[in-house]
């Protein structure tokens, strides 16, 4: 019964972690046309004059959801955690379970805070559907729920690193 138990959480970590990486990866077609907006301010400012505005809510909407997804990138690359000049020295056991305190005394407790802390005010900005305070152009719920979005993501990943069985990886 208990292996049974065991074998269930195993393979529930395992889709976990798959989905937390599609989704994580899925950040990365968010550059393109971030860097497009981005170059595309200063033609419409001064060109066409119109629309940067524009452009620059909707590059900040997406620049949001890109960090947010970004992060998580670098919590399943362990780049964000480590102090490489002091962690290389290491062998990669004592890295493995350094990993996974870090997880249990930051990583946990700072997404869990961020989501109790931050979830009433994305939810009232979801629920609301904010626009940006300046031009009242839509998408500014979008901004804050990125908040929320890199919380969960970061706790999520956060316990598939702590509880699922790991290979040591090689640096």
């Known amino acids: 019964m208990i292996r049974l138990m065991l074998d269930r959480t195993k393979r529930w970590l395992v889709v976990l972690d798959r989905a937390i990486g599609v989704i994580a990866a899925s950040g990365l077609v968010l550059v393109l046309p971030l860097s497009l907006l981005l170059f595309l301010q200063w033609p419409l400012r001064d060109l066409v004059q119109g629309y940067s505005r524009e452009a620059n809510d909707l590059a900040q909407w997406l620049f949001a959801l890109y960090v947010s997804l970004a992060i998580t990138c670098a919590t399943r690359s362990r780049s964000h955690l480590a102090a490489d000049a002091f962690a290389r020295r290491y062998p990669i056991e004592k890295r493995e379970r350094l990993y996974r305190w870090a997880s249990v ?58 509880f699922r069985d790991h290979e040591p990886r090689s640096p």
Do not use: C, H
């Open 105 to 162: 005394l930051v990583l946990i407790p700072w997404s869990a805070f961020m989501l109790f802390a931050a979830g009433p005010m994305v939810l009232q900005s979801v629920l609301q559907l904010e626009r940006f305070p300046d031009t009242y152009n839509a998408g500014y719920f979008i901004v804050k729920m990125a908040v929320g979005l890199t919380a969960l993501l970061v706790l999520l990943q956060a316990v598939v690193d702590v």
